[in-house]
């Protein structure tokens, strides 16, 4: 049948639509999806995996090699002349899929987990150091890389934990964050303290205190960054007997998927 020139012209619009109807079936739709752990030790001599003033020096030190100014003692530093006990950790981020459950892997001795597995690795340590008689201070670090070469998609760091919970012990005070050009300085007024990078996709950075007897300290970071983020923060403590304390370190990313 001769189809007339408006007849060709609504038959070629209803084939138009049809395409577009079409493209829009198949549009693809992106999902954000967060990743997020943490980790709980409980630490006390008996534990056994404490670092001596050597071991923990030598640990600095290569963690500066991996994070630069984001190492445990950021930028700027008072550092006390030696160390009480210290441990550190490793702690590795995996997503749930239907192949793997995910969850987390987390040693205190770093070189337990496989260094190349294409995981988001964070690293921590927590060192101790006495000031005074009955008086010590906690000194905490953690650190991820989201940029790293072992992951095989990309994603953005997005938050950043450190927290001690006494078991035998008070938190007679602990430092505030402060705030300027970038960096954010962790100080009670003399040893240990420093100064770390912040980068401009910071959202928050906070601090938590319960000061009553076996009370906590917590510090957290939160923003979203393609590269390295570190977190430190410092409390002082007041007790008689050994250290005994509970470790918690957590993170978590973020990334865009097509679904």
Known sequence: MKLSRRDALRAGGGLLAAGLAGCIEQRVTRRETRVETSTTWALNPGVGAELDGAAF???????????????????????????????VQRLALSRETPADPGGSESSLNPDDVDPDAPLLYVDASVSVYEIGENRY???????????????????????????????????????Q?????????????GAPSATFPLNETTESLETNSDRSRNGAFSAEWGGSVDGVQSLNGVLEESRTGDHDFFWTVGAAYQFDENV
């Open 177 to 189: 964050f402060s705030r300027s050009d970038g960096e954010a300085t962790v100080s009670l007024g």
């Open 57 to 87: 020096g030598d640990y600095v030190d290569s963690m500066s090699d991996r994070y630069g100014d984001s190492g445990v003692w950021g930028t700027e530093s008072e550092t006390p002349d030696t160390v009480d006990t210290a441990y």
């Open 137 to 175: 201070r906690y000194w905490l670090w953690v650190a991820a890389d989201a940029a790293d070469d072992r992951l095989v998609r990309d994603i953005d760091l997005a938050m950043l934990s450190a927290n001690v919970e006494l078991r035998d012990g008070t938190v007679a005070d602990s430092a």
